[in-house]
Nanobody, 124 residues
Framework: QVKLVESGGGLVQAGGSLRLSCAAS????????MGWFRQVPGKEREFVAA????????AYADSVKGRFTISRDNAKNTVYLQMNSLQPEDTAVYYC?????????????????WGQGTQVTVSS
């Protein structure tokens, strides 16, 4: 099992920026890729971005392309989500997740381990 702990959430005004961190521990050698998802109460969790530990290749949801950047620090077993030009519709609980099998994925079901989430609130 990979233990994941998110941090960096908070309250920010529209147009502002936040950087989320996700620290991985435990069986990190079994993790092939990491993803960020977000969820608003009453709605399904949605994909935000993903990154491979090895190559660093990335994938993004259309809604965040050009505004959000996912990155990783392999030495620290940490993944980041830099969020710029935040809008009220970005308000959600943000979760990081670990995926053991090959390939980047936007499918929640393909990620085995999840963090507890961190709240991001963007005020207008």
């Amino acid at each position: 099992q990979v233990k994941l702990v998110e941090s960096g959430g908070g309250l920010v005004q529209a147009g502002g920026s936040l950087r989320l961190s996700c620290a991985a521990s435990g069986r990190t050698f079994s993790s092939y890729a990491m993803g960020w998802f977000r969820q608003v109460p009453g709605k399904e969790r949605e994909f935000v971005a993903a990154i491979r530990w090895g190559s660093g290749s990335t994938a993004y949801a259309d809604s965040v392309k050009g505004r959000f950047t996912i990155s990783r620090d392999n030495a620290k077993n940490t993944v980041y989500l830099q969020m710029n030009s935040l809008q009220p519709e970005d308000t959600a609980v943000y979760y990081c997740a670990s995926k053991a099998l090959y390939g980047l994925s936007y499918r929640e079901s393909e990620y085995e381990d999840w963090g507890q989430g961190t709240q991001v609130t963007v005020s207008s």
